[in-house]
């Protein structure tokens, strides 16, 4: 971290934070508070819309709208590299600087947000453990509805890192012979094919179901009642005693449209140290809408 009162990992959520194999990528609510106006630390609310940033956000962060600012619409893909730069840049974001995001929904645009930071090279740019709504909770955090200032800059991002990234060809690999663990992050519903999506969604699929050889671990089951993450010690129970993830094998995790599976990736790669994970962003809107994909639906 650029500057900081208080060392990140060690935070008032518990001494468990320190067990993670990359504690540095979380910093709680009140580290957030202590360095806010901080130079060379940014903050971020990354969310659907920017309706919830709107109504009220932390002193001092910009935010992001995940359907139109870090997506390409017309090719429903992620932004590339010059736009990231302009979004980045726009946000008076430099590439030595430490950004911190935030959302709602258990931070799943948040760590979407990471995730294609990661891509794009940044390095330091950690997630608020709990997001807006454990920010929201607690007394002491001050809130505001006046928009940041800010200064557009120049950031220059590095070529895009494409192995975080799963592809459709990747996935019918995994799904064919176990050599990988598919981990489909959605709720038990939607993996069964009883629904599509979430009531109230608009992206969809043609058909309901999951990826043959997708095991269920829904991305709810990592965090705590108050968004934080669950201990290290709950995740490794969760993920490889209960759900039969293989630590050695690399991974692939897919949702509906790439954010709750961002969760899982960030869960497994940088808070229980996997090796090779990829987050397969085309999820279930790409899949189900595919001719001729097997499809597993009991």
Known sequence: MTTSTT????????????DYVHPEV??????????????????????VDTKAYEAGH???????????????????DIINKDQFEKLAGGAE?????????????????AAYGFWLFKIYGHQDVPL???????WLNEKDKPLTA????????????????????????????????????LIDVRSPDEFTGKIIAPPGMNETAQRGGHIPGAKSVPWSQAVNPDATFKSAADLRALYFEQKGVDPKKDTIAYCRIGERSSHTWFVLKYLLGLNNVKNYDGSWTEYGNLIGAPIEKP
Request: charged share 20%; proline share 8%.
């Open 128 to 134: 608020m453990n709990g997001g807006r709504v454990k």
């Open 7 to 18: 060392a990140a990992p060690q935070t008032k959520e518990g001494a468990h934070l320190t």
């Open 58 to 76: 932390i002193p001092g962060a910009v935010g992001f709208n995940w359907q139109t600012q870090t997506q390409d619409v017309v090719r429903r």
């Open 93 to 109: 974001i430099s590439p030595s600087d430490t950004v911190v995001l935030y959302g709602d929904n258990n931070n799943w645009f």
């Open 146 to 181: 006046d928009p940041t200032p800010v200064t557009p800059v120049q950031y220059m991002a590095k070529d895009p890192d494409l192995s975080l990234r799963a592809f459709l060809p990747q996935v019918f690999e995994a799904s064919k012979g176990g050599k990988l663990n």
């Open 26 to 47: 979380l910093v709680s609510t009140d580290w957030v508070k202590e360095n806010l106006g901080q130079p060379g630390i940014k903050l971020v609310e990354l969310d």
